[in-house]
T-cell receptor
Framework: LAKTTQPISMDSYEGQEVNITCSHNNIATNDYITWYQQFPSQGPRFIIQGYKTKVTNEVASLFIPADRKSSTLSLPRVSLSDTAVYYC???????????????FGRGTQLTVWP | KAGVTQTPRYLIKTRGQQVTLSCSPI?????VSWYQQTPGQGLQFLFE???????NKGNFPGRFSGRQFSNSRSEMNVSTLELGDSALYLCASSIGQPTSTDTQYFGPGTRLTVL
């Protein structure tokens, strides 16, 4: 089971770019990397997913180096509403695994200040 | 298209009781997963169902069980409640069979308080 390691918390100011790095040393060949965002008392919300190199959507960019042992979520020009917990996930590709489908870890609490 | 719905949103029980939580996935989604979220342990995977069959299970005691119906709706049951079962229980649905690439869509959760 590919567990992840993220910083517990990060602070930023409005308008800045935020980069959150996640370590996943035991990532399996077939695993993808997925990031979710969670606001208090709400369920997590999908942000972005990638396998290697770089992925970009309207919300964020995801950078994955060649060895895939880490990934970086980049949020351009954050606003106060981006204050949330961000989870890096590496799924278990083996459907027959009994270890659980997704390991969320503790996530990174991002606080954006005015 | 309506999102994932969970009922009830809030629940208060006492130790020793049992509880059943319900989840209705997004229309057309066939996979439903359950998670427990607590301040101390974070978000932990409970189990996942696809086509009425449990496909994956997390490291929780047998007091936690679930099932999925033919319309993909799912229920989870916790028997002999303990204080430590107080948590936010989240349900997530996805379109097809479980894979690491399958995006999960989460419901708002059920806040369970055990007294």
């Amino acid at each position: 089971l590919a567990k992840t390691t993220q910083p517990i918390s990060m602070d930023s100011y409005e308008g800045q770019e935020v980069n959150i790095t996640c370590s996943h040393n035991n990532i399996a060949t077939n695993d993808y990397i997925t990031w979710y965002q969670q606001f208090p008392s709400q369920g997590p919300r999908f942000i972005i997913q990638g396998y290697k190199t770089k992925v970009t959507n309207e919300v964020a960019s995801l950078f994955i180096p060649a060895d895939r042992k880490s990934s970086t979520l980049s949020l351009p020009r954050v606003s106060l509403s981006d204050t949330a917990v961000y989870y890096c996930l590496v799924g278990v590709a083996d459907r027959g695994s009994t270890l659980g489908r997704l390991y969320f870890g503790r996530g990174t609490q991002l606080t954006v200040w005015p | 298209k309506a999102g994932v719905t969970q009922t009830p949103r809030y629940l208060i029980k006492t130790r020793g009781q049992q509880v059943t939580l319900s989840c209705s996935p997004i229309s057309g989604h066939r996979s439903v997963s359950w998670y427990q979220q607590t301040p101390g342990q974070g978000l932990q995977f409970l189990f996942e169902y696809f086509s009425e069959t449990q496909r994956n299970k997390g490291n929780f005691p047998g007091r936690f069980s679930g099932r999925q119906f033919s319309n993909s709706r799912s229920e989870m049951n916790v028997s002999t409640l303990e204080l430590g079962d107080s948590a936010l229980y989240l349900c997530a649905s996805s379109i097809g069979q479980p894979t690491s690439t399958d995006t999960q869509y989460f419901g708002p959760g059920t806040r369970l308080t055990v007294l």
